[in-house]
């Protein structure tokens, strides 16, 4: 079986890495940039379009207002990239917003934060894909007819991918990524080019087409609803921002340095992507409407259930470049492929953080370890394992999934920021040199306006979304703190359980007595071997137990054990009900109860077998007798093998094992042998 699987995961995700390699996993800028920050990067392709969908709500004069949203996104965005470069100077550990509030605010606060990013990061993966999905779907018909078993295809692919390794990844991810932005940058250009100086008409598929309006004449407040909630949409283009601060460790050094760089380049080209596509769509009278078979409407008639919407990024391409032309297929590609891509980001921030509250004891142990790629695999399996019952749940729909987003990055936005106000408090109580006094007032004025601002965002984000789905985001985040938090306290109450005393205890004491117990079934070999083993523990007391369930077998064990002279006393135990666990269980509690300072010896003869449908032919009885004496204080379980001849061949399989090597496994033929060897051969 060991065989079996390793070759496939030799193939699927390479060679084992020795931990020394792990230096030669870090991130040049130039790498780091596509793998952290792909989300925002690529959130340019449905950011808009959630945009125009809200203000559609309103019909086609309210777009007229998705300018000032953006340039609100913008600011916003400058914000959070501004606040989060003193982040990742201040703490360069990888614990990012987690590390930050939980220093600063406290384990609760700390805590709140793990809640909302880990949250975050599943939508991430389901919100990137599922959005890819539909991008990649306007051109295949095959991918919208089945684009649930699509999605979650393409989660076990990234999965995969992340297995690999964060480097390896990274260089795959890195070219569809920078060609994208390319592609959106290109489009830019060339489409100022043709509006401004060539003086042409540029004009949408969907530039004819009228939008029915759901609420018309919206004034007051519910016209500052209305752009409120478009103004929450548009607030995707920053998930993912904080992915950089979180994998400081994983760049190059000087690694805060690289952070903060790679982290200024991507605000700048995720801003100027946005506003660009926007401008765009405005010039190309693209039209949106969250409910295009019955809203979307041509010639005055509705476009009906049959008709596709496409992105507006998908849209402005066909009116920039032409429909089918080279660069709008590339274009197309490119984002669909960035899309699913854009997983990656939380595919590197989730299981980085999962080790970082695996370790403060929030989460099981099992996702602080590496796995043999250097990967936090544990934690890359049990992300995508989320996102997959998110996208079966919710058919993967965009739409209906990115209700759901935006909460949990802007908890942990303000709480981060609160946090950074409260360490440059510290630091500015103790520091005497001015110039560091100056940089850290700068950097507190930075972190306070952030702070503010993301605190706003916020309350509006809640607000407005809080119906429409992000009230299951708040749900996981409450299921993640419950979840951690009794985690912890089971950690917290084992690890005071098991602690070593001062003084010594009855667990150091010697015990009075050592009352041991042979289980016998048969007088056979395993059981004289137990026998065997079990006198060479000069025990107090040892005796044979064996349970009657059928007279004519307990006749024949006993003039069997007469007959070989067996100088261990048989006690046999009758079962009326022909039961096997409960009278041993009973019979070794009433010894503890008769002497409680005498412990009480159980040796089970068990067999051992090489192959795994074996296992369920013998060793049951075994296996329940363990499982059932583990629970009894004062009561040591030996097990005393017998290896049969499938074992045997077993051990023969392994040891062919050890000398197969696996693809990729061996690069420069076979290690010459050492010469000591060799003369000890000669001799």
């Known amino acids: 079986m060991s065989k079996l699987t390793d070759l496939p995961k030799r193939i699927l995700i390479g060679r084992a890495l020795h931990s020394n390699k792990l230096g030669e996993t ?23 379009g959630e945009v125009l969908l809200v203000l559609s709500v309103a019909g086609v004069s309210a777009y007229h207002f998705s300018p000032w949203i953006a340039v609100a996104v913008v600011v916003l965005m400058f914000t959070v990239v501004a606040s989060y470069r003193q982040n990742v100077h201040a703490y360069p550990s990888g614990g990012g917003d987690y590390e930050v509030a939980n220093t600063n605010l406290g384990p609760k606060a700390g805590l709140t934060v793990a809640s909302a990013l880990l949250v975050d990061y599943v939508l991430t993966v389901a919100v990137s894909i599922s959005s890819g999905i539909e991008n990649l779907g306007s051109a295949v018909p095959f991918v919208v007819e089945h684009k649930t078993a699509c999605a979650v295809g393409v989660i076990v692919l990234l999965t995969l991918m992340n297995l690999r390794g964060v480097k390896e990844s990274g260089k795959l991810f890195a070219i569809p990524t920078y060609i994208f932005v390319g592609g959106v940058f290109i489009m830019i250009v060339w489409g100022a080019v043709r509006g401004l100086i060539m003086g042409q008409t540029m004009k949408a598929p969907t530039a004819d087409y009228t939008i029915h309006a759901e609420h018309q004449g919206l004034a007051g407040f519910a016209l500052v609803f209305l752009l409120l909630r478009a103004f929450s949409s548009g607030c995707a283009a920053l998930t993912g921002v904080e992915a950089i601060s979180n994998g400081v460790p994983a760049f190059r050094k000087p690694k805060s340095k690289n952070a903060a760089t790679t982290l200024a380049l991507m605000g700048g080209l995720a801003v100027t992507m946005f506003c660009g596509i926007i401008a765009l769509a405005m010039t ?48 197309a590609a490119a984002t669909a492929l960035v899309l699913f891509l854009a997983a990656n980001t939380a595919y590197n921030g989730f299981p980085l953080l999962g080790s970082i509250l695996a370790q403060d004891r929030y989460l099981p142990r099992q996702l602080h370890t590496r796995g043999d790629r250097l990967a936090f695999s544990n934690g890359i399996v049990l992300l995508a394992g989320a996102a997959a019952i998110l996208v079966v749940i919710y058919g993967a729909d965009s739409t209906r999934l990115i209700q759901l987003y935006i909460v949990g990055v802007f908890v942990s936005f303000t709480l981060s920021q609160i946090g950074m106000v409260r360490h440059w408090n510290r630091h500015l109580a103790t520091e005497g040199d001015p110039a560091e006094r100056r940089r850290m007032v700068r950097s507190r004025a930075i972190n306070t306006f952030g702070a503010f601002f993301t605190g706003l965002v916020l309350v509006v984000v809640l607000l407005t979304k809080f119906t429409h789905g992000a009230w299951v985001a708040l749900l996981g985040m409450v299921i993640f703190y419950a979840t951690m938090t009794a985690i912890r306290k089971h950690y917290d109450r084992v690890a005071e359980e098991i602690a070593a005393e001062d003084e010594p205890g009855d667990e150091t004491v010697r015990p009075s007595r050592v009352h041991s117990i042979v289980l016998v079934s048969k007088v056979h070999k395993p059981t004289l071997r137990a026998l065997a083993y079990a006198k060479l523990m000069r025990s107090d007391t040892l005796e044979a137990l064996s349970i009657s369930v059928d007279a004519a077998e307990t006749k024949a064990l006993r003039d069997e054990w007469h007959r070989r002279g067996v100088d261990v006393p048989l006690k046999i135990l009758d079962s009326p009900y022909r039961e096997i666990t409960r009278p041993i269980i009973d019979y070794v509690k009433s010894l503890r109860k008769e002497s409680p300072r005498d412990v009480v010896s159980v040796y089970i003869p068990e067999y051992v077998v090489g192959h795994w449908y074996e296992h369920l032919l013998h060793n049951q009885s075994a296996l329940r007798l363990k499982g059932r004496l583990l629970f009894t204080p004062g009561v040591m379980v030996t097990s005393v093998p017998w290896q049969l001849d499938s074992s ?36």
Not at 653 to 673: D, F, H, I, L, T
């Open 26 to 48: 870090l991130l040049p800028k130039r790498v780091a940039l596509p793998v952290f920050a792909s989300d925002p990067l690529s959130s340019v392709a449905y950011a808009p």
């Open 284 to 331: 190309t009278k693209v039209r949106m409407a969250e409910h295009p078979a019955t809203d979307l409407l041509k010639d005055g008639r509705p476009v009906g259930s049959g008709y596709t919407q496409n992105p507006v990024i998908s849209q402005v391409a066909e009116a920039v470049f032409g429909n089918g032309s080279f660069l709008f297929i590339v274009l």
């Open 648 to 683: 045997e061949a077993a051990k023969r399989r392994a040891r062919k094992r050890a000398e197969w090597n696996a693809p990729g496994s061996v690069r420069r033929g076979p290690v010459a042998e050492p010469k000591r060897e060799k003369a000890a051969t000669k001799r």
